[in-house]
């Protein structure tokens, strides 16, 4: 009995011992599992990251090479510390710090200990490392940028943090995602997917040769190039007539959606975000809280949109039938918001709707707002129909585009007044700033851009894009190809689009023609206030400018914002003007506007809240 109870145990134990070996060899044998096994090094190889090119084929991103120091901690033998400090640049204590992370990440797989090293420093350092048990060097490819031009649309890439690695276990400590932009919202497109090498160990922690001869490896999948729709040339030259300014520039292709320029100033060379400067130049550029380059202000700045608001006002009053083209509203220079009157530039006189576009009659938007919601028997109602149809033009509203930041704007409903005055306690009068594109309306450049996009096509417009192709294939994405109409019937912006055109040849903006272009535009001068010593103070006005050309067969639309910049048509209107000639024609022959425009600054208007100087006050908003 005995014997056969011996002889089961031995025959238990053999069964286990097979079982548990046919199981590491056959079943345990995934990359993830593999990775914990100390006895099995895992050697990454990294693919080139895609490359990125404009609408043109022009050549905006593509890679360099660049190498890490790489440390496994359960590998590192005793060494000269100061000597190794030396020779990667570094000082003892973030040596220290460094191989510390690395520990608590993981003893057994590798780390980042320094990052990027040029090839300089690379052919220096990799003679000596074989004295450095532990360490490795690794080659991958950083980002090289062949414009200065397009940081806030671009985006950039930097080193993977524990949030991200929770969040997508594909990274490994040390490896590099997009941030920003194009890189954040295209990175698996464009990361391509890394492959990997498992070699075996000996006992005394020797490579001794492939893991299973290789058949878990796996090589490495490029990153796909794609071709965004920006057009580099205009580009560039949006954000050289932003210097010395602040604000955003947007310009749309209307028959498509396609992003033609994304444009924030003041802006910085994305070439900083490169190498092992990264994190100090990007300190400085984002703690610069007064001039805040990193925030992207085609995007997420949200003033009022001043001026250009009334063309929407008028295809409303148009679609409501309360007043015809020819109807006459007569200016006393100016409306009332209660007891204070708001001034009015154009003259006074009678209006109709085509001198009250291309005067920008305040005291005829008033009016025409008031019929609006006279036609409705309670305010409630009126602002109903207000609302659907402003945002049938993509106000209020994150827009859908293919970026990864942005802020949706504000289109004010009968809650938002009802919590303000109370229910049923407010009319018309109390929101009659609205008429005019001031009061509680709200909207970003790329908002202001895609509106006057669907105004250029007479009632509809395609989301805003930034891709075109991804490895050479077209992008047809049902989201962005597919039309979004307005609720304003076509037959009804013909008369809105003639008072635009009419801003040109002899409204606010007729010093602002180009020869062989017929343009239609909006001037906007929006009110601005701030904070100063916990005193609201008003500041100089923002000005704004929308337009599209050609009139009948629009190429482009666009938005222009710039903070502080007086009237609509002093900054924001000749910026406008130069960029549609400019991707139009391809050249200027306004060189008047563009002189001063890249000459002049604003930077003493930034600098009042400061210095105490008094600022320049419109007194009226047109």
Request: proline residues 5%; hydrophobic residues 35%; contains cysteine.
């Amino acid at each position: 009995m005995k014997k056969i109870l011996l002889s089961s145990i031995i025959v238990i134990i053999g069964i286990t011992f097979i079982g548990r070996l046919s199981y590491l060899q056959i079943f345990r044998s995934t990359p993830n599992q593999i990775l914990e096994d100390s006895a099995i090094k895992a050697i990454y190889d990294y693919p080139e990251r895609g490359y990125i090119y404009d609408r043109n084929g022009e050549l905006l991103v593509a890679n360099q090479p660049a190498y890490d120091v790489m440390v496994i901690p359960r590998e590192v033998r005793p060494l000269d510390t100061l000597e190794f400090c030396s020779l990667l640049g570094i000082d003892k204590p973030r040596f220290k710090e460094q191989l510390r992370k690395a520990r608590v990440y993981s003893p057994r797989l590798p780390s980042v200990l320094v990052p990027q090293l040029s090839k300089e420093d690379y052919a220096r350092l990799q003679e000596k490392m074989r004295k450095y048990e532990g360490f490795y060097i690794q080659k991958r490819s950083l980002r090289y940028y062949a414009s200065h031009s397009g940081a806030n649309v671009l985006g950039y890439i930097s080193e993977v943090n524990e949030s991200d690695i929770r969040k997508n276990p594909y990274y490994k400590q040390g490896e590099l995602t997009g941030r920003t932009g194009i890189e954040k919202q295209y990175e698996e497109v464009l990361r391509g997917v890394k492959g990997v090498k498992f070699i075996q160990k000996d006992r005394f922690n020797r490579l001794i040769g492939p893991y299973k001869e290789g058949i878990l490896d796996t090589l490495p999948e490029q990153g796909k190039e794609i071709l965004v729709t920006l057009d580099k040339e205009l580009q560039e030259y949006g954000e050289r007539l932003m210097n010395g300014k602040r604000g955003g520039i947007v310009a749309i292709e209307p028959g498509s959606g396609e992003i033609l320029a994304l444009i924030s100033g003041p802006t910085y060379d994305p070439a900083l975000l490169v190498g092992r400067e990264r994190s100090k130049n990007y300190s400085k550029l984002h703690y610069d809280t007064i001039s805040k380059p990193t925030w992207d202000r085609a995007l997420l700045a949200q003033p009022s949109p001043g001026s250009p608001f009334k063309t929407l006002n008028a295809l409303i009053a148009l679609q409501e039938d309360v007043i015809k083209p020819e109807t006459t509203i007569r200016c006393y220079n100016g409306f009332y918001v209660g007891n204070k009157k708001r001034g009015c530039h154009c003259g006074g006189g009678l209006r109709n709707m085509n001198s009250g576009i291309y005067k920008s009659c305040n005291a005829y938007f008033a009016g025409t707002f008031r019929k609006l919601y006279d036609k409705y028997p309670t305010t409630d109602e009126g602002m109903d129909v207000w609302e659907k149809h402003i945002k049938s033009f993509g106000l209020g509203d994150y827009l859908g585009y293919d970026l990864p930041t942005g802020r949706k704007g504000r289109v004010p409903d009968k809650s938002y007044y009802d919590r303000v005055y109370g229910d049923n306690r407010w009319a018309s009068s109390f929101i009659i700033s609205n008429a005019i594109g001031q009061g509680e309306v709200a909207a970003t450049p790329i908002q202001l851009a895609n509106m006057t996009a669907a105004i250029a096509n007479r009632g509809y417009y395609y989301t805003p894009h930034i891709i075109k192709k991804i490895a050479g294939e077209p992008v047809n994405d049902p989201r962005y190809t597919t039309p979004n109409y307005t609720t304003i019937d076509k037959k009804h912006f013909g008369p809105v689009v003639q008072g635009m055109a009419d801003v040109y040849t002899k409204g606010t903006a007729k010093w602002l023609q180009i020869p062989g272009i017929d343009i239609a535009g909006k001037t906007g001068t929006v009110e601005n206030f701030t904070k100063i010593d916990g005193v609201r103070t008003q500041l100089t006005d923002h000005s704004i400018f929308v337009a599209f050309a050609p009139v009948d067969n629009p190429e482009i639309a666009l938005a222009v914002y710039i903070e502080h910049g007086y009237y609509g048509a002093r900054y924001a209107g000749h910026i406008a003007s130069l960029l549609i000639e400019k991707y139009l024609k391809g050249e200027i022959t306004r060189t008047d506007l563009e002189k001063r425009m890249l000459e002049k600054t604003l930077e003493a208007e930034y600098a009042k809240p400061y210095s105490g100087e008094e600022f320049k006050i419109n007194e009226y908003v047109w």
